[in-house]
């Protein structure tokens, strides 16, 4: 099936064993020092195992200041080598190769992260995110960067790394070099295309003057910045023509810039599967060396038709790796059915990052390869979990995996909770994969699954299991407004589901994520849609990626919207509405009430007076979301001895 996917392929004259590449993503796994820690290198470890060609590693800082995470890699000192060379001999215990990924992150920086110094950029324009002004860099602080960019590779092939790919991409320092979105310079380095990627040519003369001409050197850039002033695939072609006569031994071509206007970088799930393949392709056409492409490409068969199709030469799979880092063995031995796909929610891989270390939604064992042990008990034990939604069914799976007897039961005649709703919203049909994946498990697994059963204290006390684990989530939250018991009156959930059959106009109670999205699904069926919410931001719990992806479908499909907001009465054929500018009526026959939920813990007295051992997790215990659900499902199923 997969004969292209698992050929090998050089560059320059390392070989590598297939065109699987796990593309550098900020883990922010090492040492606060640059150096390696046991859990970066696990977390690589687990992608050798798992079959990889090649991994090519986060962004290695060049010098003490170039970093945009605290905890993100660095090779620009001789002490540094050591603790990296633990790495490159512990994947090298696999077929796998390793390139790192070396860098400056220019603009796209703040004093927090890198040492306590103005970021700097070849022009004085703030990154939309880090929103400060950095500061123009003057020609021999350039000189000094293009020696940094040389040392460090030098250094990386001292560390035993098969390779470097030099990161001009994605708005980062060389990519603000190569770009007249952010370098408005008038000297050697700014100006015409060849001014602008002057910095490129040096460092790559350097890179080779301290390596040889036999240690393979990449650059990763963005075709298309996706952004007002950026580059564009034209610019690009060019590049790559100059790229291959300077000696650089395979492009690269990734996508964008920092900002949540840019669907480049992290694809969130509202850009379309394999979107910059055509940019790989136009490269190929005009150079010789090896071309990657990249860019929500998850199932090794789209993978394979790529490499068919003769439009890239390698494919680049970074949060598919992250959310099964197996994928590859997989592939290889037909179990397609077993690969848990990412679902690009941006969830832990991004919103994970805002708040300490990278994250897996579909996979809670990230970042924890290390220290996981998946052996079986020595003694299973019975265990009863109340709550087929994503909590539940990774309790199950993960107990189950241990080797415990595991009764999953569900008062509804489905799995999956509010996580099967949510899959309903454009663009976002791709959760519905996970929970696909892990029912699939349980089923392996033999987890004994019951649907249209509630868990009650009697059921308890007649199954007198060793553990319960309480997982049903939470309940749609009803306020006591003047009319919401009227029958015009639907919760989100039902709606998406189809249970209830809605009228042409269309009041959304509530404009967070829930809201929001179930607003575009009824605008995209042509309803007349009008969402009100009390706050004066929508979708305040998204990430601006996903937000300007969601805004933009309730633009096209011309949702009203009301913030500052506040529903005080539900009429038979309208909303009574009062803001800033007083009271007044939207007219609707249908009103969905999104307003959030509260935890269904009813269970939780009744079963502790019956029983000893009770454990509670996620939306039952309190509010959160999937993420959080998962990671504390894995855990306690795994922790149950």
């Not at 390392?14 to 090492?30: D, F, G, K, Q, S």
């Not at 003369?205 to 390596?211: L, Q």
């Not at 994250?359 to 709550?387: F, H, M, Q, T, W």
Request: charge should be negative.
């Amino acid at each position: 099936m997969f004969t292209k996917l698992f050929s090998p392929i050089k560059i320059n004259e390392c070989e590598i064993p297939n065109r699987l590449a796990v593309t550098a993503m900020v883990a922010n796994y090492c040492n606060d020092d640059g150096t390696a820690s046991d859990r970066y290198i696990a977390y690589h470890e687990a992608k050798a195992k798992g079959g990889w060609g090649l991994i090519i590693t986060e962004d290695y800082a060049i010098n003490d200041h170039a970093m945009n995470f605290t905890n993100a890699a660095g090779l620009w000192e001789d002490s540094q080598i050591e603790s990296h060379k633990r790495l490159t001999d512990t994947i090298h215990q696999y077929e796998s190769k390793i390139f790192a990924q070396i860098f400056h992150a220019g603009r796209q920086s703040n004093p927090f992260v890198n040492g306590g110094m103005q970021p700097v950029a070849p022009s004085a324009i703030p990154c939309p995110w880090h929103k400060q002004i950095p500061r123009e860099l003057t020609i021999s602080e350039i000189e000094k960067f293009v020696d940094e960019f040389g040392d460090t590779a030098l250094r990386a092939k001292k560390a035993g790394f098969d390779g470097v790919e030099i990161h001009a991409g994605h708005g980062y320092l060389l990519a603000e070099f190569l770009s007249h979105y952010v370098n408005k310079r008038t000297d050697k380095y700014g100006g015409p295309l060849d001014n602008r990627a002057r910095i490129i040519k040096e460092i790559i003369e350097n890179i080779r003057s301290k390596v040889g001409s036999d240690f393979p050197v990449t650059i990763r850039y963005s075709a298309d910045e996706a952004v007002q002033g950026g580059r564009t695939i034209a610019e690009t072609r060019v590049l790559a023509r100059l790229f291959e006569e300077w000696g650089f031994d395979a492009l690269h071509i990734s996508s964008g810039v920092y900002g949540d206007h840019n669907k480049g970088i992290i694809s969130p799930m509202y850009v379309d599967q394999a979107w910059t393949v055509d940019y790989a392709a136009e490269i190929k056409k005009i150079v010789k060396i090896p071309v990657f492409t990249v860019n929500r490409i998850n199932d090794p068969r789209m993978a394979e038709d790529i490499l068919e199709m003769g439009k890239a030469d390698i494919i680049g799979m970074g949060r598919g790796s992250l959310a099964d880092p197996d994928l590859p063995n997989k592939a290889k031995f037909g179990k397609l059915d077993s690969i848990r796909y990412c679902i690009s929610c941006l969830q832990g891989c991004m919103g994970g990052l805002a708040t300490g270390s990278v994250k897996c939604l579909v996979n809670p064992s990230l970042g924890r390869e290390g220290e996981i042990d998946y052996s079986l008990v020595e003694k299973p034990k019975s265990v009863l979990i109340a709550g087929g939604g994503p909590g539940g069914l990774q309790a199950a799976l993960s107990a189950s995996s241990k080797g415990h007897k595991v009764s999953l039961y569900e008062k509804r005649p489905y799995l999956g909770g509010q996580f099967k709703s949510a899959a309903y919203p454009p663009c976002k049909g791709d959760l519905s994969n996970f929970t696909t994946w892990i029912i699939n498990q349980l089923y392996e697994l033999g987890v004994d699954i019951h649907l249209n059963t509630e868990v009650t204290k009697e059921l308890v006390v007649e199954k007198n299991p060793d553990v319960v684990i309480i997982a049903t989530g939470g309940s749609s939250l009803i306020p006591p407004i003047k009319g919401i018991d009227k029958p015009n009156v639907f919760t989100a959930e039902d709606v998406l589901l189809g249970k209830v059959a809605t009228g042409d106009k269309i009041v959304v109670a509530g404009g967070g994520e829930v809201g929001s999205e179930t607003a575009a699904h009824l605008g995209m069926q042509q309803r007349e849609v009008s969402l009100v919410e009390m706050t004066p931001i929508l979708c305040k719990e998204l990430n601006g990626v996903n937000k300007y992806g969601l805004m933009k479908i309730l633009d096209e499909y011309e949702v009203k919207r009301y913030t500052e907001t506040k529903v005080i009465e539900i009429l038979d054929n309208g909303v009574m509405v009062e803001n800033g500018q007083g009271k007044f009526t939207i007219p609707a026959e249908t009103i969905v009430l999104a307003l959030g939920y509260k935890p269904d813990n009813s269970l939780i007295d009744e079963l502790e007076s019956v029983h000893k051992n009770v454990i509670t997790i996620g939306g039952a215990l309190k509010t959160s979301n999937a993420l959080v659900a998962i990671e504390e499902g894995f855990e306690v199923g795994m922790s149950i001895k």
